[in-house]
């Protein structure tokens, strides 16, 4: 039972890796532009920055 979950773990993480190289390679070769047509960073991932405004926030 031991091996199996290793070896069911060890899948996962090179799926894993495999996947998040691929993302990255898609990442990089899709090129982004900002407000005036020249390249810039792409829109920021993840959760809000602290200090931003939450529009339903009434305090």
Same mark, same amino acid.
Do not use: I, V
């Given at each position: 039972?031991?091996?199996?979950?290793?070896?069911? /773990? *060890?899948?996962?993480?090179?799926?894993? @890796?495999?996947?998040? /190289?691929?993302? *990255? &390679?898609? &990442?990089? /070769?899709? #090129?982004?532009?900002?407000? @005036? @047509?020249?390249?810039?960073?792409? #829109?920021? =991932?993840? #959760?809000?920055?602290?200090?931003? *405004?939450?529009?339903? @926030? =009434?305090?």
């Amino acid at each position: 039972m031991r091996n199996f979950d290793l070896k069911a /773990e *060890a899948e996962m993480r090179l799926h894993s @890796d495999r996947l998040a /190289e691929e993302l *990255a &390679r898609e &990442r990089s /070769e899709r #090129p982004t532009t900002a407000a @005036d @047509d020249t390249q810039g960073p792409g #829109p920021a =991932e993840g #959760p809000p920055t602290a200090g931003a *405004a939450d529009p339903d @926030d =009434e305090g």
